[in-house]
């Protein structure tokens, strides 16, 4: 069974903080993703990257950046918080052909 | 992308049998139809997947019509654990599109005792 695994569940910091959330799936997935979820809004892509060292800017990139230095860690980085990236963060992978996208359980973000 | 349209809400009973329909009037040729389910405070749990007629698992059956303009998850003897959020989803996975699928609201399922 496909893991991917968020490092923290909840988490609290600071407006003007830098914040690395990190994914880790254990499949050997090409493809990594970032989401995010508020209410009313559903799932929103942040970016997502196909390869080792790519990456592509999904529909709200702006405030964030990613890192993927190896296949299986896709890091998301917030260079400095602000309360309205206070939400629910959910990591995703697959392999490039025909598969479905797996989710990590997601971490709860709060900036004050 | 093919955009979705499901119902918000649903309400079902123990035990009955719930059909959740998507449409998907601009869905392209190499479109598969991909179903998610999602708990409270959890990420969505991939169901079920198909491209045409009928498609069976352990979990759902996935009914697409000839012109695969909507489709339909059925979910049998629900229980109140089936409560959740239900997600359609429409994408050429194969091209590497994966990504780009859209997450509407969903259909939040409430089953009650």
Redesign the interface.
């Known amino acids: 069974d496909v893991k ?1 695994t968020q490092s923290s569940r909840y988490l609290v910091k600071r407006t003007g903080e830098k914040v690395f959330l990190e994914c880790v799936q254990d499949m050997d997935h090409e ?1 990594m ?1 970032w ?1 995010r979820q508020d209410p ?1 809004l ?4 942040i970016y ?1 990257s ?1 390869d080792v060292k790519m990456k ?1 800017k ?1 529909d709200i990139p702006e405030g964030y950046s990613v890192s993927r230095e190896k296949k299986e860690r896709f890091s998301l980085i917030l260079e400095s918080a602000s309360t309205n990236q206070t939400s629910m963060y ?3 992978s ?1 392999s ?11 971490t ?1 973000l709060t900036v004050t | 992308l093919a955009k979705t349209t499901q119902p918000i809400s649903m309400d079902s009973y123990e035990g009955q049998e719930v059909n959740i329909t998507c449409s998907h009037n601009n869905i392209a040729t190499n479109d598969y139809i991909t179903w998610y389910q999602q708990f409270p405070s959890q990420g969505p749990r991939f169901i079920i997947q198909g491209y045409k007629t009928k498609v069976t698992n352990e979990v759902a059956s996935l009914f697409i019509p000839a012109d695969r303009k909507s489709s339909t998850l059925s979910l049998p003897r629900v229980s109140l654990s089936d409560t959740a959020v239900y997600y359609c989803l429409v994408g050429d996975f194969g091209s590497g599109n994966t990504g780009k699928l859209i997450f509407g609201q969903g259909t939040t399922l409430q089953v009650k005792p």
């Open positions: 991917v493809n993703f989401y009313g559903g799932l929103r892509l997502f196909y592509e999904g959910l990591c995703a697959s490039f052909r025909d598969s479905p996208l797996h989710f990590g359980n997601g709860r």
